[in-house]
């Protein structure tokens, strides 16, 4: 059943003009699930069978378990995506398969736009707060992470952006230079993410909806 698939994938990427199986808006998302499927369940099938895979035998390596456990972690979640592209025919749920197919189509343009302002901000805390050694300033901070490099900060700012900035609060108004000065890029920082960019993000999602119905 594998290989008569892959047949059909091959055959329809030789049938289509340039790479339009995989990027047409229509069906290019599946045939990129189904490919990739068919690859990874095949790749794990060789494997096995030629080479085996035990936990009692080599670790590392591409064919060790931890690497092929981590690619049939990848396979499951694709298979399960080909699964639900397969319900699509369906009329109670494919309207709301192709919703989040459109929906990640459009939010790419907003996910740019929202990682820049993270990275603008997490600088701006990086720049206002030093860099903390004494074990103390992690008490209350059960991620045990800080402000304390760039990159951090960036992943600092999002944790804050999804709801978690109850355990930085405090590094932010007891540990920076100006108090009142990150209070304020702390506020602003609400404002534009919780307020403007969440908004607009509900917006783009109501009108792929509405997108979606319409056509039926």
């Known amino acids: 059943t594998t290989l008569t698939m892959i047949k059909n994938d091959l055959v329809g990427i030789w049938k289509s003009p340039g790479l ?5 808006p229509s069906i290019g998302p599946w045939n990129i699930a189904c490919t990739l ?6 790749f794990v099938f060789l494997v096995k069978r030629l080479h085996g895979v035990s936990e009692l035998g080599d670790a590392d390596g591409l064919l060790g378990y931890k690497s092929m456990n981590t690619i049939c972690a990848w396979t499951t979640l694709v298979t399960w995506a080909n699964m639900i592209g397969l319900l699509r025919p ?5 309207p709301f398969i192709n919703m989040v197919l459109v929906i990640t189509y ?3 343009p907003f996910l740019g736009l929202f990682i820049l302002i993270l990275w603008s901000f997490g600088f701006a805390f990086y720049m206002s707060i030093p860099t903390l050694t004494n074990a103390t300033d992690f008490q209350n901070n059960p ?3 800080s402000f304390e490099d760039p990159f951090s900060s960036f992943a600092v700012t999002f944790l804050m952006s999804v709801g978690e900035f109850a355990d930085y609060l405090g590094l932010l108004s007891d540990k920076s230079y100006s108090k009142l000065s990150t209070i304020v890029l702390f506020v602003i920082f609400l404002m ?3 307020l403007i ?9 109501g009108e792929a909806y509405n997108q979606v119905i319409s056509d039926g």
């Open 143 to 145: 991620t045990q992470m």
């Open 106 to 108: 459009q939010i790419i």
């Open 90 to 94: 369906f009329p109670a749920c494919g």
């Open 20 to 24: 339009e199986y995989f990027f047409s």
């Open 192 to 194: 534009i993410v919780f």
């Open 37 to 42: 499927t068919m690859g990874l369940n095949l």
């Open 197 to 205: 960019l969440f908004n607009l993000l509900i917006a783009i999602m």
